[in-house]
Every structure is written in C-alpha cells, then in structure tokens.
Nanobody, 120 residues
Framework: QVQLVESGGGLVQPGGSQRLSCVVS????????MAWYRQAPGKERELVSA???????NYTPSVKGRFTISRDNAKKTVYLQMNSLKPNDTAVYYC??????????????WGQGTQVTVSS
C-alpha cells in the first residue's frame, strides 16, 4: 500500500522561499512519475508540478520560473523548491504518483498534505 508523507510547510513572508519534501513508500519509486498538487481554501485541488521517472519536468504557468521540482530516487523522495512566494501560493500541498502522459493522479490514498501560508 502506497504511503505519501509530505513535510516542510509553514508560514513564510511574500518573496520568501520554502522547500517541501514528500517521502514515498509502498511502490517502486524510481519507476513512477511524481507530482505536487495544492488545494487552497474553497478551491479544487490543482496540479502544480510533475517530474517523470527520467527527470523531465512540467509546471503550471503560475509557478513556472519560481518553483523547481526534483527527486532523489535513493531516498524515495520528491521535492518542491518554492521561491518568490506569493500570497496566492497559500494552500495545502500534496504529492502523488501520476501517469506520465497526462499527469493524472494514480492513488486515491492521499497523504495529509503540508500547509504553506504566505503572509506578512
């Protein structure tokens, strides 16, 4: 059974940086594309960024140039480095394995997420 454990969130000022981590167990991590999603209050969960098993990346336009996704297959961990944070980046951030063609989430059992709050 897959387990997804996100961490690294917190309160950060506008313009600041934060690095999120997601440790994955229960799957052969290095064979899966992985993604970060976020859900702001009152909004649907949205795809933020994805990375294939061979390291090809994809970003939603609103974070391109500010966020960087990466993975460490030895540690079974996917990261999201977030720079130049804005108040509308405030959300709960989740990770999941995804299909490599259309980034569709593979597992119904999401982790608890990690809250990122961007505020002065």
């Amino acid at each position: 059974q897959v387990q997804l454990v996100e961490s690294g969130g917190g309160l950060v000022q506008p313009g600041g940086s934060q690095r999120l981590s997601c440790v994955v167990s229960g799957i052969i991590f290095n064979t899966y594309a992985m993604a970060w999603y976020r859900q702001a209050p009152g909004k649907e969960r949205e795809l933020v960024s994805a990375i294939t098993s061979d390291g090809t990346t994809n970003y939603t336009p609103s974070v391109k140039g500010r966020f960087t996704i990466s993975r460490d297959n030895a540690k079974k961990t996917v990261y999201l480095q977030m720079n130049s944070l804005k108040p509308n980046d405030t959300a709960v951030y989740y990770c999941n394995a995804v299909t490599p063609d259309n980034w569709y989430p593979l597992f119904d059992s999401w982790g608890q997420g990690t809250q990122v709050t961007v505020s002065s």
